[in-house]
């Protein structure tokens, strides 16, 4: 094979003809895109976890919407710290802190219709609670809850999930709950049969952080919004012990 250079036929040598000729027949191929980045404290915060025998699976957080996820958030609240907010409507929960700030989970929600608002006390709290529905939810869904009248002990496919915070006002149960679950994917959205469901991880990290009689307010539609900064996170990642209002009882 020969090149033309200055119109004088030059032969080059056989290995470099036949890199020439492979060159002509590849076409480049475009650089993949990265897919999304993922701060690696979330994928910590969020990997598996062994509780009680219980192997808790990880959240694969790069299908989370990143404010769902436990954060430190700017808070002006008239709330003492130690205080349990839930904003249903923006779909967060906020645990007081002191100096402005406030520790924020996302949530799954009750459907339209079957929500709490109002005052509310933790009467107590639960590992791996035993769940029972309500007589409620079986006249409403008969096929799915008839089935499980009798409760259903606590365990990694219990729809409580890996904690319970049971919630009393004026010293009667709300049949209201903060705990976990084993829908991850409904964190966000509206969904529930009523309470107020954190991812498992979440719910394990918000449990030892309050103990029995703390308050919970959970707002109204009218109240959702209120005390949130726009300029929103001030810290993503664990927190590490500045907000502790109690361990687990």
């Not at 025998?53 to 008239?78: E, F, M």
Request: proline share 8%; aromatic share 8%; net charge positive.
């Amino acid at each position: 094979m020969f090149e033309k250079s200055r119109g004088v036929a030059v032969r080059l040598p056989a290995a470099a003809a036949l890199a020439l000729a492979l060159a002509a027949c590849t076409t480049t191929r475009p650089v993949q895109p990265e897919g999304p980045r993922v701060d690696q404290s979330y994928v910590r915060m969020y990997g598996p976890v062994q509780d009680d025998g219980w192997n808790v699976p990880a959240i694969d957080v790069s299908k989370v919407d990143p404010r769902y996820l436990r954060q430190i958030v700017n808070y002006n609240s008239p709330y003492p710290a130690g205080t349990i907010v839930v904003d249903p409507y923006e779909r967060f929960l906020y645990l007081v802190m002191e100096n402005g700030k406030a520790m924020r989970y996302g949530v799954g929600v009750a459907r339209s219709g079957m929500e709490f608002a109002g005052n509310a006390k933790i009467a107590r709290k639960a590992e791996w609670p035993r769940w029972t529905p309500t007589q409620a939810m079986i006249k409403r869904e008969p096929e799915r809850y008839g089935k499980v009248a009798d409760g259903l002990d606590g365990g990694i496919s219990n729809p409580l999930g890996a904690r319970a915070l049971y919630l009393y006002k004026n010293g009667r149960d709300t049949l209201y709950r903060i705990h976990g679950t084993n829908e991850p994917w409904s964190i966000g959205k509206a969904v529930s049969s009523g309470c107020i469901r954190l991812f498992n991880q979440d719910i394990i990290d918000l449990a030892s952080r309050v103990p029995p009689g703390s308050r919970v307010v959970v707002l109204n539609r009218s109240q959702s919004g209120q005390g949130t900064v726009p300029d929103g996170p001030m810290a993503a990642g664990p927190l590490t012990g500045a907000a502790s209002t109690g361990g687990l009882s």
